[in-house]
């Protein structure tokens, strides 16, 4: 019997390097929850105290803010209450820089400052103090509006309208000629998964995950360099959650920059860059997901088609190389890639199943 198994040990030291030739060596992946919780964690109980050394000094010559995608600096605001006395301090000195074409990920609970990021750097809000400048131009600046796509986080669009009017109205506020827009709006319905039925429903009857589609090819009838996605898979299920990860990756592969935000870890951990966690205003970490996420003394060895026997003489090795602490267990995937297996096997060869058929 053929077993796939996955050995690891805790402080992987000297002996660690010599047991590396039998496998490939992967650092074991954690999710982004465990990061998410610690910093949460730590800045609930030293609110303080900052899990990153922040500088609100501006050291970006023009040029790097010109080349940046998104660059703030002491990006800040404070709600006012009707007297104009400050209400909610809602993003306290963000500074944050997004490079063109990357992926990059806005996190926190609900209530961290995340969609009053997206407000401040499209313009629709003022900050209360520091800067912002997206694409090169200050936020908000009309020279830049053709070159973002927004997904707010609740749709505005026309209930009254259906899916296909809806694009060709907003292609229309872009100035885009009707000849083109007769091609661009069905290959943008393609593209978001809303088939020949859907498109020509009225807005008021489309389910969350029709609607969060439609939002998303509003976003995109500009073919914008910048995308900005406020909770973009809120509504879908799996496979729509699947469809739209890989929409924003194919996103990437074009060029584009996209910011998302999300609560969802596991959306945002499969398709982003780089990452920041936002708690109460503040930026609390940033990097790459696979450096946040990556467990430094936990290494992980996978092999397939091991033998019980071998398995054991595996652990014998370590123990004798003085690590008592190894663990083998099988890998598991996770449920989303179950889900999408099941639905896959259950459809009938041929046909294709959509979350917009139902
Ligand atoms: N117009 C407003 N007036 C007063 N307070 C506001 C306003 N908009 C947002 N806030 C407050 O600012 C804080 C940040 O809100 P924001 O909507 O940016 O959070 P979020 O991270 O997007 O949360 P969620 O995950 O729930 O969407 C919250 O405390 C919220 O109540
Ligand atoms: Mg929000």
Same mark, same amino acid.
């Given at each position: ?20 030739h ?20 730590? @800045? =609930? ?6 899990? &990153? ?5 501006? *050291? !970006? %010559?023009?040029a790097?803010? +010109? ?15 009707f ?24 996190l ?6 995340? @969609? =009053? ?6 313009? &629709? ?5 520091? *800067? !912002? %400048?997206?694409?090169?131009? +200050? ?78 090819a ?9 995308i900005?996605?406020d ?67 936990i ?60």
């Open positions: 019997m053929s077993h796939d198994a996955r050995v690891r040990y805790d402080g992987g030291s000297g002996g660690g390097a010599r047991l590396a039998l496998s490939r060596i992967i650092c074991a992946p954690e999710t982004v929850a465990r990061v998410f919780r610690q910093s949460v964690r730590m @800045s =609930t109980e030293t609110a303080s105290v900052s899990t &990153l050394p922040l500088s609100t000094a501006d *050291t !970006a %010559s023009p790097e803010i +010109a080349n940046a995608a998104v660059h703030t600096r002491g990006l800040s605001k404070v709600y006012k209450d007297w104009g006395r400050d209400k909610v301090r809602a993003l306290d000195s963000l500074d944050l820089t997004i490079h063109r074409g990357e992926v990059f990920g806005l926190g609970p609900n209530g961290s400052g995340k @969609s =009053t990021t997206i407000k401040l750097l499209l313009g &629709l809000i003022f900050p209360s103090r520091g *800067t !912002a %400048s997206v694409l090169g131009h +200050a936020a908000g600046s009309t020279e830049i509006n053709e070159k973002i796509g927004f997904l707010p986080e609740e749709s505005y669009l026309y209930k009254f309208l259906n899916g296909e009017e809806t694009l060709k109205f907003y292609g229309r506020l872009f100035k885009i000629p009707s000849r083109e827009l007769k091609k661009r709006v069905p290959a943008l319905l393609d593209t978001v998964g809303l088939d020949a039925k859907a498109r020509k429903r009225k807005l008021r009857e489309y389910s969350k995950g029709m609607a969060r589609r439609i939002g998303l509003q976003a995109l009838i500009n073919n914008p360099d910048l900005l996605l909770e973009p898979t809120t509504g879908l299920d799996p496979i729509g959650t699947r469809e739209m990860k890989d929409l924003i990756l194919s996103l990437k592969e074009q060029g584009k920059t996209v910011l998302l935000c999300s609560h969802l870890l596991a959306d945002v951990q499969d398709v982003c860059d780089r990452i920041t966690i936002l708690f109460r205003g503040k930026m609390q970490t940033l990097g790459q997901v696979k450096d946040l996420v990556q467990v430094k003394d290494t992980q060895i996978q092999a397939t088609g091991l033998t019980p026997e071998q398995i054991v003489e595996v652990q014998e090795y370590i123990k004798r190389m003085g690590l008592n602490n190894a663990t083998v267990t099988h890998p598991t995937t996770t449920l989303e890639d179950l889900f999408m297996r099941i639905v896959r096997e259950k459809t009938a060869p041929g046909g294709s199943y959509t979350s917009s058929d139902t």
